[in-house]
């Protein structure tokens, strides 16, 4: 997959351009909608699928004290939506001069004369432009001029709510990693290094990964059972641990991952950790032993739900 960023590269002239807009944040299941349609038509038209993107979050210019924290990296973004068969990312950079631009003026400069657009898809609910002042019937109006047609997709329904971004972020930080799942379509993960911890784990026999993570977002404190991807490619069954080690005094929040039915040295290595299911809060015990034997349920807890069919197991990479 190919990746420009406008103003630092020049895009060559794509055959066909297909064209999805959005932040595309967490890539859920609406955004994979947006993208699965785009990818349709370009195949169709044996044309290319192009996602356009802006960074920074629009919110970081416009209304910088209510931006969002990200749900993904932009090296993860664009693994997913690479995984979704996107021929090309397209990365906007977004200031108060493209935040100015009036709806007729982003389509002119951006859509078709620097990605030369045949056919947009956007959400049913899109805005653009200056004050957001464009949505899809403007857009629809301005490709009949323009040379490209545009395609809005219905938003996608969990619960009876729109699928989004927000949506994400407060089951995350609620804890609700299963919920998540469900709004991504794949389980949260977290891209990470592996870096010394204090080694009270392995005195207790529970040797754990200490993580430091890429992530802006990671799920609410808690224990959960998840799996971990080391540097040779291999997953692995954990339970983690999110939050402050009250058993051993508190301290500074960490993220720890004990691997099961691993034996090896991790330092520094890279890694990928994805949230499947909640097991418990976070407590203070009154000492190693009953922490010990709390850990001991929680791994065969763990065990049992990573190992049952459906349970967990969602797409947790780009494929």
């Known amino acids: 997959m190919q990746q420009f960023r406008l103003g ?15 932040n595309f944040d967490g890539v859920h299941r609406g955004h994979q909608a947006l993208v699965r349609a785009t990818a349709g038509w370009a195949r169709a038209h044996s044309g290319t699928a192009l996602v356009l993107t802006f960074d920074p979050h629009p919110a970081r210019v416009l209304a910088p004290s209510r931006a969002p924290a990200n749900l993904t990296t932009p090296a993860q973004k664009a693994e ?4 979704l068969g996107v021929d090309a990312v397209v990365t906007l950079p977004f200031d108060a001069g493209v935040a100015a631009l009036a709806p007729e003026v982003f389509v002119a400069r951006v859509l078709v004369e ?39 997709v219905a938003p996608v329904l969990l619960d009876g709510q729109p699928v989004s971004s927000s949506r994400v972020r407060e089951a995350l930080a609620a804890g609700e ?39 802006e977002i990671v799920p609410a404190r808690g224990v959960y059972a998840g799996r971990l991807r080391t540097a040779d490619g291999a997953w692995h069954q954990a ?27 991790l330092y ?52």
Not at 127 to 138: I, P, V, W
């Open 80 to 83: 997913l939506l690479a995984g």
């Open 239 to 265: 339970v983690v641990n999110r939050g402050l080690r009250p058993t051993f005094g508190g301290g500074s929040e960490t993220v720890e991952a004990h691997l099961l039915d691993f034996q090896g040295g």
């Open 8 to 22: 630092e590269a020049t895009p060559p002239g794509w055959r066909e351009p297909a064209v999805t807009i959005g």
């Open 114 to 152: 620097t990605l030369g657009a045949r056919h947009v898809v956007v959400g049913e609910g899109f805005r653009f432009g200056a004050r957001q002042s464009g949505d899809a019937a403007l857009l629809r109006r301005l490709g009949a001029e323009r040379g490209f047609t545009v395609e809005a």
């Open 177 to 215: 990693v299963a919920l998540a799942r469900e709004l991504l379509g794949r389980d949260y993960f977290v891209d990470a290094t592996v870096v010394r911890g204090d080694g009270r784990g392995r005195t207790i026999g529970v040797p754990t990964a200490n993580l430091e993570c890429d992530n």
């Open 268 to 319: 520094g290595s890279r890694a990928r950790l994805a949230f499947a299911h909640r097991l418990r809060e976070e407590r203070r015990f009154p000492g190693p032993e009953a922490l010990l034997q709390q850990v001991r349920e929680d791994v065969a807890r763990a065990r049992a739900l990573l190992s049952t069919p459906g349970e967990g197991g969602g797409i947790v990479e780009g494929r």
